[in-house]
């Protein structure tokens, strides 16, 4: 104690004082130790009077009227915040879903004018987690004789048995409307988990396949709530995929981009209705 | 989230844009911008969390990344927008004068300096919200407000005459 305080105050000891960084017997402690030391006093006391001078600039700032351009941007950005909040209760997409979407997802034009790049680029999906629903996706869609493991007359067995495997109780899609019917589905190894791959099947012989299962539990938890959908196109078959509450899905198909966005938004209403 | 809590934040936000950048109009812009940027990211910001210590956030990565806005200042010329400074008038003279003296002064410093300096005299932020809002560590932030105290109290002991208002501008590519 003795040695501590004949030791003279730190710069960060003296800002603490003056910013009032440290209060009560820490404080106290300080102000004594500053008592002995004209130097640090005098230092003090100029910082305190940088301080007051600084708290008294553009102080009229604070009571002009905003202006309406600003006003205007903040109203526009709180719509936009509420209307992400609201589409968060509903258990409908995040704001980068609808923001990556941009066109044709919504006709609400705030919506539009934020097509976002940016959001698309930053949002840390996998791609390993593509790279391993597209291998599933070639070796198996061709497999003639057991595409799947539990075929779609034993539904209900299958969505349980992978629910239970995966974790997360599982929805399967139904495509028909877009003239896909279900094949089957089987458990898959992932480099995070099981995976559990559903196959679709149109009348033309046309195979699709939904590839799922949780993601790495990611660092921050604001990742494992971003949605955006990414197009994929590298490799032998397309896929989009999406990361929803920490689970990923990726539908892969040989068909063009607009014919495989409409079904991954059927699958991603259904799965989140 | 309540629009008024957002509006609520503008005039601080005004306030530290006009000290950061000494200019009415770019102020206003970085403000503007802010809030754009805010409409686009706001993913992520938590419900529940520090709104105004978010926002100085995202104002803080407009303002040191944003070269053009500096190449627009250097374009105007004086960094000091004294007309703007002449309405603080509520005060006799020498308030004005002063105020103008410590903005020039502030405008002397490093971007860097003069960040954490206002945010923690100004806006009486923790230096551990300084730490978070500059994306700085803690000790980088000590040592940026050590050397902006030191700094700015001999640019304000120094005679008026030898604190010439040009400053080295920082050599600046415009990035297409």
């Given at each position: ?273 | ?7 609520a934040q503008i005039p601080g936000l005004r306030r530290y844009a006009r000290a950061l950048t000494g200019n009415t109009w770019a102020a206003d812009d970085l403000v503007q911008d802010t809030l754009e940027r805010a ?138």
């Amino acid at each position: 104690m003795d040695s501590r305080s004949t030791r003279p105050l730190s710069d960060d000891e003296l800002h603490a004082l003056v910013d009032g960084q440290v209060s009560g017997a820490a404080r106290s402690v300080l102000e004594e130790r500053l008592a002995l030391e004209p130097d640090a006093q005098a230092r003090v006391a100029q910082w305190q009077q940088q301080k007051r001078r600084l708290q008294g600039l553009h102080r009229a700032v604070l009571d002009e009227a905003v202006p309406s351009p600003l006003l205007e941007a903040a109203r526009q950005t709180s719509r936009v915040r509420q209307s992400a909040d609201r589409w968060w209760r509903m258990g409908g997409m995040a704001a980068g879903v609808v923001l990556s979407f941009g066109m044709g997802w919504l006709t609400h034009t705030h919506w539009q004018d934020r097509q976002s790049g940016t959001l698309l680029s930053r949002i840390p999906v996998s791609s390993e987690f593509v790279r391993q629903a597209r291998y599933a996706h070639t070796v198996y869609a061709p497999e003639v004789r057991h595409p799947v493991e539990v075929t779609a007359a034993e539904q209900t067995h299958l969505v349980h048995w992978l629910s239970k495997r995966l974790g997360r109780t599982l929805k399967v899609p139904n495509l028909s409307a877009q003239g896909y019917e279900l094949v089957g589905g089987r458990l898959l190894p992932g480099d995070t988990g099981a995976r559990a791959q559903f196959m679709f099947q149109n009348g033309a012989g046309t195979r699709l396949t939904l590839y799922l299962g949780a993601m790495q539990a990611p660092a921050q938890s604001e990742v494992t709530k971003e949605t955006a959908f990414r197009f994929e196109t590298d490799g032998a078959v397309p896929s989009f995929y999406w990361v929803e509450q920490g689970f990923g899905y990726a539908l892969s198909g040989p068909l063009q981009r607009d014919a495989l966005m409409q079904l991954a938004q059927a699958v991603y209403q259904q799965i989140n209705q | 989230m309540d629009p008024s809590d957002l509006l609520a934040q503008i005039p601080g936000l005004r306030r530290y844009a006009r000290a950061l950048t000494g200019n009415t109009w770019a102020a206003d812009d970085l403000v503007q911008d802010t809030l754009e940027r805010a409409c686009s990211k706001w993913q992520l910001w938590t419900v529940g969390t520090d709104l105004r210590a978010w926002l100085f956030t995202v104002m803080h990565n407009l303002y040191a990344s944003d070269m053009r806005r500096t190449l627009r200042r250097q374009q105007t010329g004086a960094p000091v927008d004294v007309d703007a400074l002449a309405h603080e008038l509520a005060a006799p003279n020498d308030t004005t004068a002063l105020a103008i003296d410590l903005q020039r002064c502030l405008l002397q410093l490093p971007e860097e300096q003069r960040t954490v300096l206002l945010l923690v005299s100004m806006e009486d932020m923790s230096y551990e919200q300084v730490a978070q809002v500059t994306g700085s560590p803690l000790g980088t932030v000590m040592s940026r407000l050590s050397r902006a105290r030191a700094r700015l109290q001999q640019l304000l002991d120094a005679p008026a005459s030898t604190q010439g208002i040009p400053f080295a501008a920082p050599v600046l590519r415009r990035l297409k």
